[in-house]
């Protein structure tokens, strides 16, 4: 079965550090993965997906994400975190078990940003 | 506002009455999703439909939950004989068809309180 884990429950960085928001994937195939994020009482937001090419896909807000297969991981990363950065992210897999287009979430990572 | 949009926002209701939810997707797209987000996990798959069409069930979703999208439009999420376990945030989201770009794009959700 698909699966995706975030390690961490939370991540704290003081702003203008570099920021890095860890995933990594279980799938039979090839992966389709996403990053979303959500502020409080709102919806979730894409960011940045990798499907296949470059390793390295930029998305959203200065995000970027390094797709690593041998560890099958998909890091979130910032080179210059803001405090508006503060927020859950998600990672999440595409499972097309059955054929169909649907995401597999992780349980998400609370960023929090100190000025 | 082209985004997808989720009425009501909050929905207080009294355990065992009926609640329905609406969503609107972004116009163009033809797939549309539902997922169920509990405090502290990520969004869990309901269920899934491509125009009318709905083809795709979670088994969390149970005899009591029914949803349409019956002109391939918006959508409507039914829920009866409420249960406490029934509180979450209800999500919708919609995409594109079969060849991509695959992500998919959510509403701001409607947060279900049962008493």
């Known amino acids: 079965a698909q699966s995706v884990a975030q390690p961490e429950d939370q991540v704290n960085v003081a702003e203008g550090n570099p920021l890095t928001v860890k995933c990594t994937y279980s799938v039979s195939g090839n992966p389709y993965l996403f990053w979303y994020v959500q502020y409080p009482n709102r919806g979730l937001q894409f960011l940045l997906k990798?499907?296949?090419?470059?390793?390295l896909v930029k998305g959203s807000y200065g995000f970027e994400a390094e797709f690593n297969k041998s560890q099958t991981s998909f890091h979130l990363k910032k080179p210059s975190a803001l405090v508006s950065d503060s927020a859950l992210y998600f990672c999440a897999v595409r499972d097309v078990t059955g054929g169909y287009n649907k995401l597999i979430f992780g349980a998400g990572t609370r960023l929090a940003v100190h000025p | 506002d082209t985004g997808v949009s989720q009425n009501p926002r909050h929905k207080i209701t009294k355990r065992g009455q009926n609640v329905t939810f609406r969503c609107d997707p972004i116009s163009e797209h033809n797939r549309l999703y539902w997922y169920r987000q509990t405090l502290g996990q990520g969004p869990e798959f309901l269920t899934y439909f491509q125009n009318e069409a709905q083809l795709e069930k979670s088994r969390l979703l149970s005899d009591r939950f029914s949803a349409e999208r019956p002109k391939g439009s918006f959508s409507t999420l039914e829920i009866q004989r409420t249960e406490q376990g029934d509180s979450a945030m209800y999500l919708c989201?919609?995409?594109?068809?079969?060849?991509?770009?695959?992500?998919?794009?959510f509403g701001p959700g409607t947060r279900l309180t049962v008493t």
């Open positions: 990798y499907i296949t090419g470059d390793n």
């Open positions: 989201a919609s995409s594109l068809g079969d060849m991509g770009p695959y992500e998919q794009y």
